[in-house]
C-alpha cells in the first residue's frame, strides 16, 4: 500500500538555520502531496500542498517541490522563528476512492533563539 | 463558518466504557474522514463518508467502533467496551470533493484517556 517516510527526528536549530525536513513517498498512480504542520494540543493545519510533477508548494517561507522522478516531497525554510517549533507531517492523499491522507510519522522540530 | 469543531476536546473513561466523540465538519463539505493518533505517531485512517454513506473503513475500526453520519452532516465516532489501547487523539477531517485538489481541514481532535 501506499506510504511515507519522513526523516528521523527531533530536530534541533538555532533562530535564522536553514531547514530541510525529508520526506519520500511510495504510492500506486499520481498522489497529491501535504505538508501539516501540529502545534501542541492541536489539531493539523495544512502548510502546503502540490497535486502534480514539479508542483511548488509555498506557504509562510516553507517551500516543497513534488518530485516524481525520486518520490520526493522535502521540506526547507531558509530561515527559521522561534515560532516555527511543531511537529510537522509529511502526507499523500490516494489518487483513487476515498482519497484519504497517508501520514509519514513526523518530525518534531524544535528552533532555540 | 468556523471550521472543523470536535466535542469534546478531553475525555477520561474507565475501561469497559462507552465513550462517543462527535465532529462538525464545515458546512458545504461533503467528505468526512476520522483518523487515530497516537503518541509520537502520525494519524492513521480510521473511516470515510461520503454525504450519509460510510464508504470505506480501515481494519483498525475494529466492530467495538462504529461511525455513523446522519443526513450528512455532523458525524459521531463510538467506541464500546473502551481498552487502554484506544487511548489517542482522535481527529476528524472534512474536505469539499477531492481533497486532494482542495485540502482536509481538520478539527483540534478529541484525546481519550483510558484508565
Known amino acids: 500500500g501506499d506510504s511515507v517516510t519522513q526523516m528521523e527526528g527531533p530536530v534541533t536549530l538555532s533562530e535564522e538555520a536553514f531547514l530541510t525536513i525529508n520526506c519520500t513517498y511510495t504510492a500506486t498512480g499520481y498522489p497529491s502531496l501535504f505538508w501539516y504542520v501540529q502545534y501542541p494540543g492541536e489539531g493539523l493545519q495544512l502548510l502546503l500542498k502540490a497535486t502534480k510533477a514539479d508542483d511548488k508548494g509555498s506557504n509562510k517561507g516553507f517551500e516543497a517541490t513534488y518530485r516524481k522522478e525520486t518520490t520526493s516531497f522535502h521540506l526547507e525554510k531558509g530561515s527559521v522563528q522561534v515560532s516555527d517549533s511543531a511537529v510537522y507531517f509529511c502526507a499523500l492523499s490516494d489518487a483513487q476512492g476515498a482519497q484519504k491522507l497517508v501520514f509519514g510519522q513526523g518530525t518534531r522540530l524544535t528552533i532555540n533563539p | 463558518d468556523t471550521g472543523v469543531s470536535q466535542d469534546p476536546r478531553h475525555k477520561i473513561t474507565k475501561r469497559g466504557q462507552n465513550v462517543t466523540f462527535r465532529c462538525d465538519p464545515i458546512?458545504?463539505?461533503?467528505?468526512l474522514y476520522w483518523y487515530r493518533q497516537t503518541l509520537g505517531q502520525g494519524p492513521e485512517f480510521l473511516t470515510y463518508?461520503?454525504?450519509?454513506?460510510?464508504?470505506?473503513k480501515s481494519r483498525l475500526l475494529s466492530d467495538r467502533f462504529s461511525a455513523e453520519r446522519p443526513k450528512g452532516s455532523f458525524s459521531t465516532l463510538e467506541i464500546q467496551r473502551t481498552e487502554q489501547g484506544d487511548s489517542a487523539m482522535y481527529l476528524c477531517?472534512?474536505?469539499?470533493?477531492?481533497?486532494?485538489?482542495?485540502?482536509?481541514?481538520f478539527g483540534s481532535g478529541t484525546r481519550l484517556t483510558v484508565v
Open positions: 477531517a472534512s474536505s469539499l470533493g477531492s481533497g486532494g485538489a482542495y485540502g482536509y481541514t
Open positions: 463518508f461520503q454525504n450519509e454513506a460510510q464508504l470505506e
Open positions: 458546512s458545504e463539505h461533503n467528505r
